[in-house]
C-alpha cells in the first residue's frame, strides 16, 4: 500500500482525515514526521530544518484559517551536537515568533537518521474545510510558487552550507512564511483552502475530490517565483516547477467573486486569482488541456 | 552529548523544559517519539505499539494533572500494511478513549525503522509541578511498578505473538492506563507530581532536582507488580527491576500528610504511599541506603 493507499484507508477509521488538520473541541491539531533523506537535502541548515519543519506544521494550521498557539517538535539525529541542537530551536522558535505562535520544545531522541516530529495547535471557531467549493467561485494563490524547487535546484549545483546556522539564499529559500495571517484574513470569504505543500496540481486534485468540483486555471497566472526561473532554462519548465513540485506552502483557496475584493484588503500578501471553478464533469484544466495528478508524496520523496 | 546532556542545554533556551509537559495559553501540550529498535521489542502488537505510544503521551497530560482533549500520532514504517495500520490506529484510539480524550489521526510517512511520533494535549488551569515538595510531605506512587518489565521479559522469553491485533499477556502486561482521572484528582492537593516513565528512581532524582528536597523511601512500601515478581529470581531483584527499569507511567506525586486521606478518596486506583519528603541535604535513601540515579533514559535504551 503506497502512502496516498493508507490514507484512503484510514478515512474510512478517522473522520478527520480529508483537511489539513483535525478540528477538536475548538482546537486545530496536525503532526507531520520529515527525515534527512526524505526532507531535508544536503546543504539545509538545521536552522532551515528547524523553521521548515516547524512551519510546514503551521502552514496546516494556516490552511484551516487558524491563528497559531503553539508548537512541539520531537528531534531524533544520531547525536546531540550543541551546535546543531541551539540552530534547529533557533529556527523552529523564529517561525512560531513570525506568526505570534509560541515554541514550546519537546522531545529528544537517539536514532540513526536525523528525523523531525512537529506538531501545532491552533485555534479558530469556523475551520475553512475543503469541501465548498462552490461553481462560479474564483482560486487564489497567495504568494509565489517554485521557492522550494528553486532550492532544491540551488543545493543540487553545490550551494551547501555547512553551518549549522547557516542562512544563505538557497536555506532563504527554503525557508517561508507560513501564511496564518492570510489564512486567518481568507477565512470569513473562503469557501474552500487547503495549503500547497503537494504541489498546486495536487491541491487542485484534492479540492475538487473534497467539494465535488472542477477547475479552469490560467497558466499565465500562476505566480512562479522568480528564483525557479532563475534556475529554469524555459519558461515551461519554470512553470512545470512551480505547478508540480510543491513543498511552497502557499494557501490555495476559492472565494466568491463577491467576495474578491473584500480578500484583497484583508490579505496582507500578494493573492493571485489563477482560475474560476467548474462543475465537476468539467474536470481540472490548465489553459484548456488536463491538468494531470501529480506532485509530491511525501515520504516518498 | 548524551540526551539529558542535551536536554539541560536546552533548558537555558527553553523555559518549559524540566516538566513533563509544556503549559501554554490553558494547554498542556507533550510529543514522544518512539522507534521500533528501541521501544518496540520484538512481540510487541502494532496495537499495543498504537495504545503505548499514544499513551505515553497521554501519561505526561496526566502527570500535570490536566484532562486529555486530543492526540495524534505521526506513523512511519518502511511499508503500509493494512492490518497493521489498522491495529495500530484501534491501540491509538481505545487509549484515548479510556481517558475520555479523541484521538484525531495524524501523518503517515515511509521511513526505514517502524517509528511512531505522539502529540496529546490536555487542559488545566492549574498544571502541577515537579518543584512544590515540601519536607513532609508525603510520597505516593499510583498503581504498581514492573508491569514493562516483565512484559520484556515474558517477549524475551518468546512470548511473541505475530498477529498486529495481538492482545496477549505480555502485550496486556505491555498496556497502561494513562493516569489522568488519578492525575486529576492528585492536582488539588499535590506539591509535586511527574509521571515514572524513566523508572521511580529516576523519578526521585529529578523530584530533588526540581524541587531541592530528599526522599526517604520505604522498599517494603514500593507496590511492585506481581508479574514482574514472577519472573524474578528473588524478591530483590523484582524490586531492582519495579525500581529501575521505569516504562510504567504511574504517576509520582507528593502531598501534605494532611491532604492523605481526601487523597485516597479521591483517588480511583491503588495509590502507595513509599516515604517522606526531606530537606535536599538528606538525599534519597532507600530503606537507608542511597539510592543511586539510574533508570531507562529514552532513545538509548
Chains 1, 2 share one sequence.
Do not use: K
Not at 4 to 23: F, H, M, Q, S, T
Not at 52 to 72: P, Q, W, Y
Not at 195 to 215: M, P, Y
Amino acid at each position: 500500500m503506497d502512502e496516498r493507499a493508507a490514507l484512503a484507508l484510514l478515512e474510512g477509521e478517522l473522520d478527520p482525515v480529508g483537511d489539513d488538520a483535525a478540528v477538536v473541541d475548538g482546537l486545530i491539531v496536525t503532526t507531520d514526521m520529515l527525515h534527512e533523506r526524505t526532507d531535508f537535502p544536503p546543504g539545509t541548515s538545521r536552522y532551515t530544518a528547524g523553521w521548515r519543519s516547524v512551519g510546514a506544521s503551521l502552514s496546516d494550521v494556516a490552511a484551516m484559517g487558524a491563528g497559531a498557539t503553539a508548537a512541539v517538535a520531537a528531534y531524533a539525529a544520531p547525536e546531540f551536537v550543541e551546535d546543531e541542537l541551539l540552530a534547529f530551536v533557533r529556527g523552529a522558535r523564529d517561525v512560531c515568533e513570525l506568526v505570534d505562535g509560541e515554541y514550546v520544545g519537546g522531545d529528544l531522541d537517539g536514532h540513526e537518521e536525523f528525523t523531525v516530529a512537529t506538531t501545532a495547535i491552533g485555534r479558530t471557531d469556523d475551520p475553512v474545510p475543503r469541501s465548498g467549493a462552490r461553481p462560479g467561485d474564483v482560486v487564489c494563490v497567495t504568494g509565489t510558487l517554485g521557492r522550494s524547487a528553486a532550492a532544491l535546484e540551488l543545493f543540487r549545483r553545490g550551494e551547501r552550507e555547512t553551518d549549522p546556522d547557516a542562512r544563505g539564499r538557497a536555506n532563504e529559500l527554503f525557508r517561508f512564511e507560513p501564511r496564518i495571517a492570510a489564512g486567518r484574513a481568507l477565512a470569513p470569504h473562503a469557501t474552500a483552502m487547503m495549503d500547497s505543500s503537494d504541489g498546486l496540481a495536487r491541491s487542485l486534485h484534492q479540492l475538487t475530490e473534497a467539494s465535488d468540483c472542477g477547475f479552469a486555471i490560467d497558466g499565465e497566472a500562476i505566480p512562479v517565483d522568480d528564483a525557479v526561473r532563475s534556475v529554469s532554462e524555459t519558461d515551461r519548465e519554470a512553470l512545470e516547477r512551480a505547478t508540480t513540485f510543491g513543498e511552497d506552502f502557499e494557501l490555495v483557496a476559492t472565494v466568491p467573486e463577491t467576495a474578491l475584493e473584500a480578500v484583497r484588503d484583508a490579505v496582507d500578501v500578494p493573492l493571485s486569482t489563477i482560475g474560476t471553478v467548474l462543475e465537476s464533469d468539467d474536470g481540472i484544466s490548465l489553459d484548456g488541456e488536463p491538468l494531470a495528478d501529480r506532485g509530491y508524496t511525501h515520504g516518498e520523496g
